[in-house]
Structure formats: structure tokens, C-alpha cells
């Protein structure tokens, strides 16, 4: 499938039908696939690199998910060698305000930025102009 | 016979050292003695000159013209020239009026007076001590270079009796010197003490002053005697008292118990601090090794024991710290603190140590403890609330900002009322985190006085009537093995609420495959009581999830009503009745909690 993905992590159904009825009005050629916690993308991710499929362009992560949190899958990716690191723009999306968590995600430096929830429409749309470039 | 004076008298047979000069000082005559004197055997090796024999001699030293003979003749000390051995000799030169320009030459060995003169002017020098001589027929006082300096006046100073005395310190001092003066020369009677004196250059100086009376019929005809500077070794003395007296006053303001143990013939000293620390009796301690031993703390003793015995081993320093059973049982913390003492051959030979009481120093640094731990454990339950704050309220919070958002978006009715939905279930998600906080912030609030002994089982009963439903449709086979009097000390809605949260994860984690069965059980010890709930279900991997277990919103399930607070809030309320919570699992077998409570009602 030649159609651009986007990949939204996270454990909380609500949030996640808001959010994909933003993310469409803000990314309408691109499709939305839902996983429920990090384990679960971790394993269509390897799938996809293994097969040589096309990767997602966009991945929103959130961090308190069950089973394979978000910090938990960001090191899976670190240690991995292959494309997801390169090919993937990934971001956090996060309730989370701790300085801790911000701090923590900048150790990562192949994460492109730090969204707090409530997801609005500024915020796809500034990654919307960075995705572009 | 008549005393023949005659020029033609020869003086070569003459016993004494003498001989004539010209005033070349070359020699005209000498005498046998003179030969003896300088060792001249040989007539052909006799010097010609007296400049050959003698190291100096100016030619000022001859006296000049012709001067009666009293005083016709000058003293010469000098040392002979190119000897191995050290001679001095004292020259007295006499104008022989018989020849003309000739000069008698009188020598006189005196080189063990000098020596000894020389001696004594070292002595002086060194000891710092000055010598004085009052001839009182002639009014005549001597003091000797090293009085001047003791003094601190200058070599020209022209001593007098009065002046002397009146460098003695005005009042006790001076008085006392005159007294002992004036008692020298009336009754012979010598002095020997210390004084204080005032020096030419104002500075105040401490001495020891002799005086000795020499006397001829009954009269005394001179004094002499000696000054000493003791000023350092006395003022040093002083500071020493001083300082002594100081360190005994802190070593018993402070408690410092001093003892003393002589190793070879096994004997030890204690001082009265030493008694009133050991809280013994000066009577029944038989002084020796053992008896100390004896006081100390039976399971302190194996390290006391060794500590000593490495000090001595030269492995270390002896400070160590063990507890005392004093003589009415009390408990002592001491601390000990020794150094050995060594004979030439390193042989360990004595001990001498101080004993401090630290007790009151370890019960402060042991009520430090638990406060620093309780903080901690403050510090963590401010930080997990922080948590709370920020996720559960915001992500439920933020959901329903951005429902209303889409209210406004021109959908259909069936989707507008899915929007409603959602926003109803994060509401309540928003007030379920609410009161999950109001939990964990009663949970603060407890004090001791909240605390009662609760009945164990009837409370038990009463949890799982509330869920009776949830129960049935379970089917959980239930078993209680705790006798009906059984209490703990709790407070009873945190009880109610612990054996909640334990039975209802046992219910959601249940294998689906096996019947539910769970037990609980109660076991009393010493210090604690132990309520254990063991389950039958899914269990927990401890090796992956053990450190998370109690955190918060840390879930290990994709069971969707595994919110992870549960336990967390259990083990707030444990914590907050002075108990604990353990828990023991293996995937696949089960789950079996325990819950420690304290049976003291101080919780020390």
C-alpha cells in the first residue's frame, strides 16, 4: 500500500477518537492506524522493516500506556538498527507537564518535538509545516 | 746571712720559669725551670727569640720607660707557638735596672685555670647563669658578663649594692631580697629562691638569686653568688599548670573518663569519671582487664575485645563505640578512645585511653534516622500526587476540552451523540481520579490518635458483603482462617479499604480456566500481626513488575480496569498506620500479599 500512514499510540479510546477527527481535518490523504500501547506498534513496526514495507511518515506517542510504555519503546527503537529512527517522525503527545518527562524526552534526539494534550488544531498544523519541509 | 743583692746573679740554675730579653725579646738568659717549662733539652734547639716560643706578643706589651718596679711589668696571657698540646701562660714582663734595655720575663703556666675559667664561661653562657662578688671591706661588687645580660645592661654598667637591689620587683619581691641580704651579712646565712626582676629595659623577668656569705672571724667579709634566667622554663611552667589545671576542669565538665591499663601486669585504673560513666561501684571493681570486660554489653564484647587487640597489634587505632550495662541495668552508649604505649623493643606495655557516655548523641542520631526516613517517604507520596495531577486529571480534562470543541463542528446527530458520550465518560473518569486523590489526601491527614484496635474478621465479613454480587458471579471459594478475637491497630476505613482493593484484584485477576479460591490468614508475632490474602490466579512477574507494584498508574495488564492506583493506595494506607505490605507471586500459580501490622502502640 502506497498510502501515507500515521501511527497513533495510545491507551485512552476517547482521546483517541477526538484526536482522529483532528488529525483527518488536518492530514486528509493520510491514513490513521491505532495501536493501544507500545508493544503492539513496536511489533507492526519490526513487520514492516522486516518486509520492507513503507514505514509511517508520523507517529503520535503517548507515554503512560500499559504492557510497553512510551519511554519503554522509545529504547526498543534507540537499539534498533534499521530505518524506524531515520524514516519516522515521531512525537510525543502526553497530559504529562513534569519537567522530568520534557527532560527525559529530549535524551532521545531522534524524537521531533513534545505535545501536550489537548491535541489542537495549531498543533497539527505546525507539524504539518515541519513534516513538509 | 745577708741577703745578697747582686747584678752578677745568674739565673740559669733557677727552678722557675724565667728568662732576660733584650728589647728584641731576643734571649739573654734563661732558667732551668724555663727550660723545663717549654721542653728545650737540647741546647742547640733553644729558640732564639722569644717571638719563636710565643703565638703573640705586640711589641706594646713592653713596658716602655723606666717605671718603678710595682709597676715596671705588664701581664701578657698568650699560648705557646706550634704546640700540639694547649698551654696558657700567663707572661709578666719586669724592667731589669741592672742592664740596660734588658727585660725579666716571669712565665706561669696557667692553663688549667683557664680552662677552667673558660669552662665556667660557657657554663654561664649556657645555663644563663651570671656570677656576682660583693667585697664588702672594699666596697667592691663584681657581676660578670652574663649577670649584665641576665640584667639587660650594658658591659660598662657599674654594679652598686642598692641599684642591684632595687632591680627586684617592687613589694613582696624586694622586700624579700633585702631581707635575705641583710640577713647574709649579719648572720652568714646563704639565700637560694626564685625572684622576680625588673631588667634595665623594663622587661620583667623571673631568676633564681644565690647567695653565699664567705666569712673570716666570725665576720662576714664578702657575699657572692650566682643570678639564673629561668624566665622561660618558669613562665613555661606556669602555662603548663595553667593549661593543666584547664583540661582538668573540661575532662570533668565534658564526662571524659580516664583510664589507665598496664598491660604486662594486667592492671587498670580508672579515674572517679570513669566510675559514674560504667555507673559501678569503685568498690566491687577488682581493677583489672576482665573487669571491664565484664561491663560491656555481652554482644558488644567479640568487637570490643578485637578493637583492643588490633590497637595493640599496631593494626589500628583504638576508637571504637560499644554499649555498657551499668550497675542498675541501664544501657550505656560509650565511646573509647586509647593510644598504646610501646617499650624500646615496640613491646606493647600500656594502654591509656578516655571513655566518653554518647548515649544521648545515638539516641538523636537514631530519632535522625526515622525522620529522615519518614520524609523520605512524604517526599515520594508528594511526588507520586504530583503524578496524579498531571495525568490522570489532564488527559481526562484535556479529552473533554477537546469533545466540546468538536460539539461545535457541523456533524450528524448519531455523531454528536457519540461526542456526548465520551465527554459523560471522561466526567466521570475526572471525578473517579478526583476521589482516588481525596484518598491519598486523607491518607496525610491520619494522626496516631485515629488508631484503634479494629477486630480483624468482622471488618473482613463486612468488606465482602459490600461485594456480594461481584463475589457471586466470581464464584469464588472463600476461606477466612482468623480467630474472631483477633485485632489489629488501624484505622478502620483504611482496613475496610485495603481488604477491598486485595479482593477485588484477586477477583480481576483470576485465571479464567481455574475456580477463584482464596485464603486469608493471620499469624501474630513479637512485634507484628501478619494478614496474609493468598489467591489462586494469574500471578505477577516480580523479576519485571516487583519495583512498580506499588507505584502509581503502573499497570502490567491489558485489563482495561487496570488503572494502577489500587495498589498504590493500599500501600499509602499501610504505610500511614506504621505497618508495611509484602507481596510473593509467580505467573501462572498466584498471588499472596501480606499485610504487617504494628502491635505497639508507640511504633518504636
Redesign the interface.
Known sequence: MNVMQIFLVDD?E??K???E??ISANFPEFEIVHF??GLEVYNRLIEIEKTKGKLPVLMLLDI?M??MNGWELLEEIKGHKGRIKSNVQIYIST????PQDMNLSKTYDFIEGYIT???TNGDLQHIRNSLLR | MPIVHSSQLGINSLPFPIALINSEFKFIETSAGFIKLFNLKHPHKQPLSLLDLISELPKSHLPKTELPIREGFKEVITSIKNSNKLKWLKLKFHLNFNIKNTYYVQFEDITKEKLINNLACDIEEVGRIGSWNLDLANSEFYWSDVTKEIHEVPSNFKPELEKALNFFLKGENREQIHKLVYRAINDGISYDEKFKIVTGRGNVKWIRAIGKAEQLDGKTVSLYGIIQDIDEGQRRALVYDNLNKKMRIGIKSAKVGVWDFDIVNDELFWDDTMYELYGHNRMCFTGDFEAWESTIYPEDRCKAMSQVQLAIDEKNKFDTEFRVIKEDNSIAFIRSVGEVFRDYSGKPIRIIGANMDISRIKNKDQRLRQLLNVTEKQNQRLFDFTNIVSHNLRSNASNISMLSGMLNLEVSAKEQKKFIEMIQTSSERLDETIAQLNEVVKVQGTSKYDMHQIPVKSTLIKTIESINALMLTSSVDLKIDITDCLRVYAVKSFLNSVFLNLLTNSIKYRKSSTKLKITVKAEVCENHTVISFADNGIGIDLKKNGAKLFGMYKTFHKNKDAKGIGLFITKNHMDAMHGKIEVDSSLGKGTTFYLYFSNNRDNS
Open positions: 485512552d476517547i482521546f477518537t477526538a484526536a477527527i483532528l493501544e500501547n503512560n500499559p504492557v497530559s504529562s507537564i513534569a494534550k489537548p491535541l
